[in-house]
């Protein structure tokens, strides 16, 4: 499985941004996905992660009620929508896919995912 992550860019703070991950579309619907984010000099950490059906989403707190993630079967493509920006959001975003049986639940936990994406770099100017 190859994930192509897209989206990234400058923008001013309070503006937003939509990131878009594409699948290969025979497996799409096997798994669920996630984002996540490396700042510089900081760890990769969790963004936010939506189950098979889509129905279940999680969300880092940080983000919560600002970023909003989705995904298309018919698209095969997972997006995250990132809505009043802030600085502290500037990072290389990855998006993760991982191969479950699980159709309902959404995971946080970033060693679930066992492929990923090339990552897009996300600026948030103050």
């Known amino acids: 499985v190859q994930l192509q992550a897209s989206g990234g860019g400058l923008v001013q703070a309070g503006g937003s941004l939509r990131l878009s991950c594409v699948a290969p579309r025979r497996t799409f619907s096997w798994y669920r996905y996630g984002w996540f984010r490396q700042a510089p000099g900081k760890e990769r950490d969790f963004v936010a992660g939506i189950s098979r059906t889509g129905r279940d989403n999680l969300y880092a707190d940080s983000v919560k009620g600002r970023f909003t993630i989705s995904r298309n079967n018919a698209k095969n493509t997972v997006y995250l929508q990132m809505n009043s920006l802030k600085p502290e959001d500037t990072a290389v975003y990855y998006c993760?896919?991982?191969?479950?049986?699980?159709?309902?639940?959404?995971?946080?936990?970033?060693?679930?995912?066992?492929?990923w994406g090339q990552g897009t770099l996300v600026t948030v100017s103050s």
């Open positions: 993760a896919a991982d191969a479950t049986e699980n159709l309902y639940r959404a995971t946080a936990t970033q060693a679930e995912y066992d492929v």
